[in-house]
């Protein structure tokens, strides 16, 4: 019952879409645990871009199930745009292959306008969010209040939860936020127009998963966003609303913690994050642009042009701690290539005290110091390496680096963004 899980390992965007696209090939089927379209899986295939939020990146080879699980939140507009994204390029059989968890709660109107108020409020002290109301869906399903998937399948409980959540939320749109609320009537009318596309691909997705492990198929396992955004284990209270490691995979998809077999970090060869928050190795502005231009380093989802630093160990450890990484699946390693010389960040001094792993809780008045160390670059284009044995001396010291500073093996090098341009030094993920 072979289950492998794929999670970012520093702050996301590592390029888990590609990681899973091609990993998806050795499996029957794919499955996401968390996080909603506030997330974006980047995907190339030839001379064609796939951008997707929701849908898992399995979609995109023939005959793979998919399944959005009950952890994922999932906006009804987003999902059901994606759908005819995908089905207008050649993609007809979505509707056969693609699963929604039931119990999966759903983003409506209210908790977007909600996530851009208080974001608003905060000011100076603004977390960074993308507005698309993924933390306060999150929030409406902890307080009991939101709704689910299922309740698509009827006209009365949609009018039930749709009033109950514009009761909810219009004193506080009204009196606090100062935003206009909601027509009922539109939002139910939306509602009713969404579920006759996405009613026919709900099922119970704890009982369809462990019917597929039980039966030996092979599920791969993916998340959004980064170990170091995980509402319980990254830098809070710059997170997300959710839990992208491994044990968000259990409760995210109904599974049993031994059904996970493998789980493998995508790490990038530097550093990057969107949004506020702590960054030890972040660039200067001027060095931190032309790696963001080398690198695309703009936001899936967003466009947001995304921090950039060196590789940070520390970080990469604690994700690899909590997460029981077995291995690492390294990329954009070509982003580097034009580099004298490239600087890791191997431990930090904190407060004047050397620590080798990022900490648990980074106060502002904090102090932090970066430890680096210094390797030479390589100067060489390594876009069309199609072995290891291929890659320049001093790229392959470098890998080696990082395996030595995180005590993992690398079986994935990525040196470009196509299918293509990876290098496997395993070829069975999934044995």
């Not at 999670?7 to 990681?19: F, H, L, T, Y």
Request: proline letters at 5%.
């Amino acid at each position: 019952m072979p289950a492998l899980v794929i999670v970012g390992s520093q702050w996301g965007d590592e390029g888990k879409g590609k990681i899973v696209d091609i990993l998806s090939a050795q499996s029957d089927a794919v499955a996401r645990y968390q996080g909603g379209s506030n997330a974006g899986h980047t995907v190339i295939v030839g001379d064609k871009k796939y951008v997707l939020h929701l849908i898992p990146s399995g979609i995109l080879h023939e005959g793979r199930m998919c399944l959005i699980g009950n952890g994922v939140v999932v906006d009804p507009q987003s999902l059901t745009e994606e759908i005819n994204m995908l089905t207008s390029m050649g993609f007809n059989d979505v509707y056969s292959r693609l699963k929604i968890s039931d119990c999966a709660h759903l983003v409506l109107p209210y908790q977007k306008l909600m996530d851009v108020a208080q974001e608003k409020q905060r000011g100076a002290g603004k977390i960074g969010t993308t507005g698309r109301g993924i933390g306060c869906t999150y929030g409406d399903k902890t307080t009991r209040c939101g709704m689910r998937a299922g309740d698509l399948r009827s006209e009365k409980k949609i009018r039930a939860k749709v009033e109950t959540l514009a009761r909810y939320y219009a004193p506080l749109f009204e009196k606090v936020y100062d935003v206009p609320v909601p027509n009922t009537e539109d939002v139910v009318r939306e509602l009713l127009g969404y579920a006759k596309t996405l009613v026919p691909l709900l099922v119970d997705g704890p009982l369809w998963i462990n019917n597929l492990i039980k039966a030996g198929k092979k599920v791969l396992i993916e998340g959004a966003q980064g170990i170091l955004l995980d509402i319980d284990h990254g830098t809070y209270p710059f997170v997300t609303s959710s839990n992208p490691t491994p044990g968000g995979a259990c409760t995210g998809l109904g599974l049993s913690p031994q059904s996970i077999t493998r789980v493998a970090g995508v790490v990038k060869a530097y550093t990057t994050r969107v949004g506020e928050g702590p960054m030890p190795t972040e660039f200067d502005e001027k060095f931190g642009a032309l790696i963001r231009t080398e690198g695309g380093e703009f936001g899936a989802t967003t466009g947001r042009p995304r921090r950039c630093g060196w590789f940070d160990a520390p970080v990469v450890r604690r994700a690899a701690m909590v997460s029981g990484l077995n291995e690492i699946l390294l990329t954009k390693l070509d982003v580097l290539d034009k580099l004298e010389t490239i600087q890791l960040g191997v431990r930090y001094r904190v407060n004047g005290q050397e620590t080798d792993i990022f900490p648990s809780t980074l106060d502002e008045d904090d102090s932090l110091e970066v430890i680096y160390e210094e390797v030479p670059g390589w100067q060489t284009s390594t876009c069309n390496c199609k072995t290891y044995d291929e890659l320049p001396e001093n790229a392959k010291k470098y890998i080696a680096k990082i395996e030595e500073l995180i005590g993992l093996p690398i079986a994935v090098v990525s040196v470009n963004p196509d299918r293509d341009g990876t290098i496997f030094r395993k070829e069975d993920f999934f044995a």
